[in-house]
């Protein structure tokens, strides 16, 4: 028997200051065995491959999925099992690494509103103009090549500006007819350290190793200062922000899955009606055949 839980205890409500302290990155397993895991992760996967082709056939909504996370928090792992049996036609990844200078030329938000998903598409972000109040924030130095006209050191004033600029933006995407899901896989620091370790003793992992990486850990309050000022300002009815328990993998796939799966049933998606007209038209086409 699976253990059931509610995605809405997940969930930042607008308006609420966040204390990242006070959320778990652990709770009991989803799940009491590897086999019964497999179970619900495929079950998952066939269901969201079923909502993805309804979705696509009704084109009316896009479907946003944003994941932000620390360093070795499970990105890739959640794209990569949630995702697996859905149709690429349907499905378009962006990984947004540090800006070009044809980027930091432009506003913050433009290179990734050039990655926004079409209406019928599912479109995740492997991080996102979130970066630009988490990195940029904990390292302001950052902001020199954006050469911005007020407030370049990277005052307060900046980043209220910032969680202004992206609450608008979301709001409008969300007008326009994007659905926002956006994932926070809150990691514990020690669980950081023993995934690294584990990079660091397995020959085809380690080449994602660096000292940056090392370096990182230092800041590792800041971030999570970062996180939390970012989480409380953005958090939205429209574009909520879930913080996702990230210290157990497996856990955290099967909700990430469960809140992108309930998001599109929310839109009561439908295959177009087909018309009087159409169905002669189809009727006729038949007979050539």
Do not use: C
């Given at each position: 028997m699976k253990r059931a839980f509610d995605t809405d205890s997940l969930r930042v409500r607008p308006g609420t200051p966040v204390q990242l302290e006070e959320w778990p990155t652990r709770v009991k397993p989803l799940w009491k065995s590897k086999k019964q895991y497999h179970e619900q992760l495929e079950r998952g996967v066939e269901e969201l491959s079923d909502l993805q082709r309804?979705?696509?056939?009704?084109?009316?909504?896009?479907?946003?999925?944003?994941?932000?996370?620390?360093?070795?928090?499970?990105?890739?792992?959640?794209?990569?099992?949630?995702?697996?049996?859905v149709n690429p036609q349907g499905c378009q990844v962006?990984?947004?690494?540090?800006?070009?200078?044809?980027?930091?030329?432009?506003?913050?938000?433009?290179?990734?509103?050039?990655?926004?998903?079409?209406?019928?598409?599912?479109?995740?972000?492997?991080?996102?103009?979130?970066?630009?109040?988490?990195?940029?924030r904990v390292h302001p130095e950052l902001l020199s090549p954006q050469r911005l006209p007020n407030e370049p050191s990277g005052g307060e004033r900046l980043w209220k500006d910032r969680f202004r600029s992206i609450v608008e933006h979301e709001e409008h995407l969300h007008r326009s007819g994007t659905r926002i899901i956006k994932c926070f896989l809150h990691?514990?620091?020690?669980?950081?350290?023993?995934?690294?370790?584990?990079?660091?003793?397995?020959?085809?992992?380690?080449?994602?190793?660096?000292e940056s990486d090392i370096l990182e850990r230092k800041s590792w309050p800041h971030y999570m200062q970062a996180y939390a000022a970012c989480m409380t300002a953005t958090s939205s009815a429209h574009a909520p922000w879930y913080i996702v328990p990230a210290d157990d993998k497996k856990n955290a796939r099967l909700m990430v899955s469960r809140i992108v799966r309930e998001t599109l049933h929310a839109l009561r998606l439908t295959v177009p009606t087909t018309t009087a007209s159409r169905r002669a038209e189809l009727a006729a086409f038949r007979e050539r055949l």
């Open positions: 309804l979705h696509f056939a009704s084109d009316r909504y896009a479907l946003l999925l944003i994941l932000q996370g620390m360093d070795a928090s499970g990105k890739d792992g959640v794209i990569r099992h949630v995702m697996s049996g962006a990984s947004f690494k540090a800006p070009s200078a044809e980027e930091s030329a432009h506003d913050f938000l433009w290179r990734t509103s050039r990655a926004l998903p079409e209406r019928g598409q599912i479109g995740i972000f492997n991080r996102s103009y979130y970066e630009e109040v988490l990195i940029v990691m514990s620091k020690e669980e950081q350290a023993a995934r690294f370790r584990d990079r660091i003793d397995d020959a085809r992992k380690n080449w994602k190793f660096s």
